[in-house]
């Protein structure tokens, strides 16, 4: 078997007995399924709202759900020192960080579908249709997971448990603020600020590229060629991540 | 007879800040020929874990060379031949001990008949068959040490490396496993291991090499030791040779 899908079965196996996922999934599901309560507003505002509120959760519950998996996908095999077997057989280290990241992928992947189903199942009772750009959005929200699983993986190759997740959750916040701040910092005068200001936002990867929320919740129609350039941009810093992972991880004292 | 094991000049200095240094080992050399059972011994802290985690390519050396079987470490594909049980074993908890086996079967690119036969007449060879369906969680400390034996024969290699295999076992799994690695030195293994009961090294251990502060003290078969130090027990050898190097 490829060496990678060894690791990633069994990362997916560890993945999906863990508690805390698990809460975290159901706070999810429960969050999705309480919009519901907005049926005090005019019913076409509702299904906006729900639209709007279900997506956002999904999307939300489910980057914490990815961070809090890629954090523990290196970390316990580091602390139950289970890497030291594992390496000392012959497995590339490249191949291990690689398994993680589909284990971990796989493992989002489930999570995603078992929110998703239930979202759509939702919009269904309420609605009996469900929109091509509701599924647009879905396929949007995968591939951020994806991309989030990537990076967290990748720094915890190097970093504490601790400073992954407040790095994770950092730059997935400002992910989605980068946006504003390049508008703001376009306005500075310094040209130093300015340099500054357009590096990071060539670096960081723009997460709000993935929403389109905002359009989809008001029927507004977003273009196939927009997702695959998006899927695409996506791809690219999934790989980046990957490979800085691999390299440190190569150095890494176990 | 060919050397299984060559390591010239082994150093390792483990970097904790910037000012910060402790030297794990310290300009070691060593040879293991084929078929032989090498003794690891020293103190606490005495450099034996990181030698053999060098070895296993865990940890890189600050200088030197190691070749196992005619192969320098960085070649992943020498791990193929190597058995290695590190001190303390531990293992994904939620697995069962069959589970265990299989996955690190897998990681060997074992055929799934072999791995199936190899993985059940070792769990009985370890004395845990009754046990295989058990996850690993609620394994003793000593089952989990039997595991770590038998996760380490799994892929029959040519080189065991063994971290104080026998430190967490009742009396009857130490002698159980003493015979083990009898009959495995039988069939041409080579065998290097580490332990702190000198005499269960005594007993098994062709040479023994005895360490302290990373430095190799001492190498050769006991009874020449014992002459060439001239005392009468492994104890007092062992208690003179580390208390001399202070
Ligand atoms: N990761 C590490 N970082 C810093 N120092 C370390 C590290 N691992 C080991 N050392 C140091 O290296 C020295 C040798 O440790 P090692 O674990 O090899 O000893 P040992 O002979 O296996 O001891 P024991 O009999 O207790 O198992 C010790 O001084 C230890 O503090
Ligand atoms: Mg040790």
């Known amino acids: 078997m490829y060496k990678p899908a060894v690791i990633a079965k069994n990362s997916f196996k560890e993945l999906l007995r863990k508690k805390g996922l698990q809460v975290l999934l159901v706070f999810g599901l429960i969050l999705i399924g309480s919009s519901r309560l907005f049926s005090f507003l005019t019913p076409g505002e509702e299904m906006k709202m729900i639209k709007d509120v279900g997506l956002s959760t999904i999307e939300f519950f489910g980057a914490l759900i990815v961070i809090f998996g890629a954090i523990g996908a290196l970390s316990s095999e580091v602390e139950k020192k289970t890497l030291y077997t594992l390496l000392a057989k012959p497995l590339k280290r490249r191949d291990f960080v690689l398994g993680k990241f589909l284990g971990l992928s796989l493992a989002t992947l489930l999570n995603f579908l078992l929110m998703a189903i239930f979202f759509i199942g939702l919009l269904l009772f309420k609605e009996h249709t469900v929109s091509s750009g509701i599924f647009k959005a879905l396929i949007l929200i995968l591939f951020e997971l994806f991309l989030i699983a990537a990076i967290a993986l990748a720094v ?99 | 007879m060919s050397a299984v094991i060559k390591i010239e000049n082994l150093t390792k200095i483990y970097k904790l800040s910037k000012r910060r240094e402790v030297t794990g080992l310290l300009n070691f050399n060593l040879e293991v020929e084929e078929g032989e059972i090498f003794g690891l011994l020293g103190p606490n802290g005495s450099g034996k874990t990181t030698l053999l985690k060098i070895m296993l390519g865990l940890i890189s050396p600050t200088k030197g060379k190691v070749e196992i079987l005619g192969k320098r470490m ?45 993985s059940q007449e070792l769990l009985s060879t370890v004395g845990l068959a009754k046990v295989k369906h058990m996850v690993l ?84 078969r006991l009874k020449e030791l014992l002459k060439e130090r001239k005392v009468e027990t492994f104890e007092d050898l062992f208690i003179k040779i580390v208390k001399n190097n202070v």
């Not at chain 1, 915890?156 to 790095?167: D, E, G, Q």
């Not at chain 1, 400002?174 to 376009?186: A, F, N, P």
């Not at chain 2, 589970?99 to 074992?110: K, N, R, V």
């Not at chain 2, 034996?149 to 003493?178: F, Q, V």
């Open chain 1, 156 to 254: 915890s190759t190097f970093a504490s448990p601790a400073f992954t997740m407040i790095f994770s959750l950092f730059l997935y916040l400002v992910g989605h603020l980068i946006g504003y701040g390049h508008s703001l910092m376009e306005q500075t005068e310094s040209a130093l600020l300015k340099a500054a200001g357009t590096l990071f936002y060539r670096i960081i990867p723009n997460f709000e590229n993935f929403n389109i929320r905002d359009k989809v919740a008001v029927d507004i129609f977003v273009r196939w060629n927009y997702l695959v350039k998006t899927i695409g941009y996506s791809l690219i810093y999934i790989a980046v991540a990957l490979l800085i992972g691999i390299y440190f991880f190569q150095k890494r004292e176990i």
């Open chain 2, 74 to 118: 960085d070649n992943v594909e020498v791990k193929k031949d190597i058995g290695f049980l590190p001190e303390n074993p531990y293992y994904y908890e939620y697995l069962t001990g069959s589970e265990l086996l299989d996955f690190y079967g897998d990681i060997f690119d074992l055929p799934e008949n072999v791995k199936r036969r190899r």
């Open chain 2, 137 to 220: 969680r609620n394994y003793s400390k000593g089952m989990l040490e039997r595991i770590g034996l038998a996760c380490a024969l799994l892929n029959n290699p040519k080189l065991l490396i063994l971290d104080e295999p026998t430190t967490g076992l009742d009396p009857i799994g130490g002698r159980e496993t003493r015979d083990l690695l009898l009959g495995l030195k039988k069939e041409g293994k080579t065998i290097l291991l580490s332990s702190h009961f000198l005499s269960e090294v005594e007993r098994i251990c062709d040479r023994i090499g005895i360490l302290d502060q990373g430095r190799l003290l001492a190498v050769g």
